[in-house]
Each structure stands twice: as structure tokens, then as C-alpha cells.
């Protein structure tokens, strides 16, 4: 697996990049957003991580290099940067992770983005809900059931991320793509109507203060 690192703050990038290869991971550094594009067009990795302010290109222009490529992409943004992860997201990232960031999460996000990819999967199923990807079919028991845009990108998003206690922020955003305020009510709606439609009360938790978790 080759990851590409693009961070332009060396500490930071040199401890990705060390974290990653004890994991076996190869990777190729990038300190700014030039050297970033050339390396994306010349060569091929398993996914890429971006950080946001870079010199010369930044993250988000360097996504127009990217998307092509179809090569997935985790975002490295810092905590002040409120709005970056969301423009991240509707950019077409498939994660973000926030500095500073704990190298655990870090390598857990890595290997969750990588395990997605890699299956290239076109159909899930849990519980006796099958999900086709491609067609956005739901079926319980063999009946369709109707999911709303939003129920469905919530329901994957739950499914790929079973058993982690998801919170209320992360799961807003990755669904929503726009910045989580706070209100929860949406959110809350949107999982008692999916635990309703699948018949799921007993497998979608809710985790006290932090949101909620998929048990499998
Ligand atoms: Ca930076």
C-alpha cells in the first residue's frame, strides 16, 4: 500500500509518515502543493493525505488533481479551521482528521478508508437488510424499503463504521456535508426513522453524550 503525505510542516509529516511505515505502509512525502501535484500525476497510491494550507497549491485546488485519479483522500485539517473539513468533504474527500490528532485515530481512519476501498464493495448486508451501492436499493427481508437520501448516506455511514461510537459532529458532517451547529434534532430524526424503516432499535445505539453506534 502507498500513501502519499502531503503536509508541508515537517514534524508532523515525519511522524505520519514513520507511524505509517511501522504499520508497513510505503510513503512518499510532499511538503508543498507543487511537488503534491506532480507526484499525483506521475505515480499511483493507494490514498492520499492532505493537508489543507500548503505552499504553492493548497489541499482543496489540489483535489482537482486528485479526483481523477480516484484515489481516496483523508484531509488533515486544524481545529480552528471550522469550515475546512466541510469544503473537504464536498470536495469529494472521504475523511478528515483534525490536528492534533492522536496517531491511533490517525492509523484507525487510514486503515477504515483503505479496508472500503480495497473491497471495492457493491453490496452490503446486516441484519437481513441487503444495501446495493450502485442502484441505492434497500431491502429488508427481501422488501424494498424507501430511504431517503440522507437515511441511506446516514445507514453507510453507520454500517462502515460499525460498533465505533460515532459522534453526533462527525456523523452530521459526513452525511450533510455542512457544518454541524449543534442541533441535533435533524440528526436524531433522521436515526429514529432508519431504526424504524429497518426495524434496527435494538442494533442502533444511542451513546450518552457522544451520538451513536452501530452494534454488530
Ligand atoms: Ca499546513
Redesign the pocket.
Known sequence: MDILIV???PAINHLICVNLQDEGYSCTCAFDGHHAAELIEKNHYDLILL????PGINGYELMEYVRPTGVPVIFITARTGLNDRIKGLKLGADDYIVKPFQIGELLARVEAVLRRFGKSEKRLELYGVTIDLESREVRKDGKPVELTVKEFDLLIQLIRNKNVALQRRRLYELVWKEEFTGETRTLDTHIQRLRKKLGWEDHIKTVFRIGYRLEV
Open positions: 503536509e508541508d510542516e493537508d489543507i494550507m500548503l
